[in-house]
Structure formats: C-alpha cells, structure tokens
C-alpha cells in the first residue's frame, strides 16, 4: 500500500509540474505529455500491483516492468509520430485498394494509385451512392453507366438519349444529365454536368473534364494521380 501511495504521489507532481509550466519530457511538448499522463498513471498502478503481490518473484518482477516499459514507449512514439504514421498507413491502403483516396485535409488534396493496367480507379460519391469511375481526360464530361445512374438516383425513363459518344465498345448514344452531386475524398462539388449512356455501351463510369475542370489542379506522375480542390 505504502508504494501504491508513493506511486501515485509521483504521478500527481508530474501532472502539476507540466500544468506549471515546467517544460516539456521526452521532446514532447506541455499539451501532449499532459495527454500521455492517464496511460502514465495506469503504467504506475499497475506496477504497484506487481509490487504488492509477494508472490512475484524478482526476476518475473523485472520481467513485467520491462514489458510495461516497452509498452509505454511504444505508445509514446507512436503518439509523437501518429501524423507520419497514418500517412504511411494510408499509402499502404491506397496501394491495396487503388480506387481510395489517401486525403490530406491540410493541402486539401485526394491521391490515388494506378491499377497494373496503369489506369486510375477513382471511388467517387454520386448524389449519395458509392460509384467507382475511371479517371478520363480524353471524356468531355463525367459518364455514367446505365446501373450507376440507377444507383445514383437518377429517373432513366425521361432520358432523351440523343448523344452521340465514343466509348471502348465503340460508338454509342446518352443523355445528358446534371448531378446533384459529387463527392471525392474530401473534394465535393455541385450541379456537375455528365452524361448517361445507353445500357452495355460502356463497362465503367468515367471521371471526365466537367469535374476535373473545376479542380484548382490535378497531376498524374509514375502511378500516383492527385487532385487538389
């Protein structure tokens, strides 16, 4: 009891001492090492309970202070280093699941990364629906597939299609439509002009210049395609 005392002493000087202005621990500044203080405080407690357990002994003691200690430093790094490492995750994700955008809310950009065919899958937000499109500058405007605009809510039945479109099955027909909205990593616009093709005249949606045109910038480098708001 008297060390769980002790322990708890020392826990409550450390949080007055960075409340007063004391300087930073560890390279951690007043605000983040005040953050870690309840995991320092659970660290103590626990240790406290391996001392009160006479059963323990010495060197299953030292054995289970060192793993708390490799638990707690973990778990610093990790928190001074959380920015980089969900950046790394990201990159990681965006590797596994190209059509996803790895966003960066401060730049306000969206990357994604290239299939192995070296085309751009783009997981995009269609007046609500979850829609996966084809990155397409050679599109005029943003052209949905007969089941995405179902999806996305459109009323296929006063369609005129009275437009005439090339696509990867050759030449075809579609109606021009305007979108509620899109949605890409973050990036939403409003009203997007786009089209509709007829059913089986294409395989994918297309990401085109109609919303592309309103990005502040977008770039294709190696096998990473970023777009800025």
């Given at each position: 009891m008297l060390f769980i005392g002790v322990a708890l002493a020392i826990a409550v000087a450390l949080a007055l001492l960075v409340s007063a202005d004391a300087g930073s621990l560890v390279g951690l500044s007043q605000e983040q090492t005040g953050q870690?203080?309840?995991?320092?405080?659970?660290?103590?407690?626990?240790?406290?309970?391996?001392?009160?357990?006479?059963?323990?002994?010495?060197?299953?003691?030292?054995?289970?202070?060192?793993?708390?200690?490799?638990?707690f430093i973990t778990a610093a790094i990790g928190y001074a280093y959380r920015d980089d490492i969900s950046g790394v995750a990201s990159r990681v994700f965006g590797e596994l699941s190209p059509g996803t955008a790895t966003v960066d809310g401060e730049r306000g950009t969206a990357t994604f990364r290239a299939r192995r065919?070296?085309?751009?899958?783009?997981?995009?937000?269609i007046n609500?629906?979850?829609?996966?499109?084809?990155?397409?500058?050679?599109?005029?405007?943003?052209?949905?597939?007969?089941?995405?605009?179902?999806?996305?809510?459109?009323?296929?039945?006063?369609?005129?299609?009275?437009?005439?479109?090339?696509?990867?099955?050759?030449?075809?027909?579609?109606?021009?439509?305007?979108?509620?909205?899109?949605e890409i990593g973050g990036i939403v616009r409003k009203n997007v002009r786009a089209f509709v093709a007829e059913r089986n005249a294409l395989d994918t949606s297309l990401l085109g210049m109609s919303f592309l045109e309103t990005l502040t910038r977008y770039s294709v480098s190696s096998n990473s395609l970023e777009m800025v708001d």
């Open positions: 870690l203080m309840p995991l320092l405080v659970i660290v103590i407690l626990l240790v406290a309970g391996l001392f009160a357990r006479s059963r323990f002994k010495v060197f299953d003691l030292i054995g289970n202070l060192a793993i708390w200690a490799v638990i065919d070296g085309h751009f899958p783009v997981h995009a937000t609500g629906a979850p829609i996966t499109t084809i990155f397409d500058t050679g599109a005029s405007a943003v052209v949905l597939t007969d089941a995405d605009a179902r999806a996305a809510g459109i009323d296929m039945e006063n369609l005129r299609f009275n437009v005439s479109v090339s696509t990867a099955n050759g030449t075809g027909k579609a109606a021009q439509v305007r979108l509620k909205s899109i």
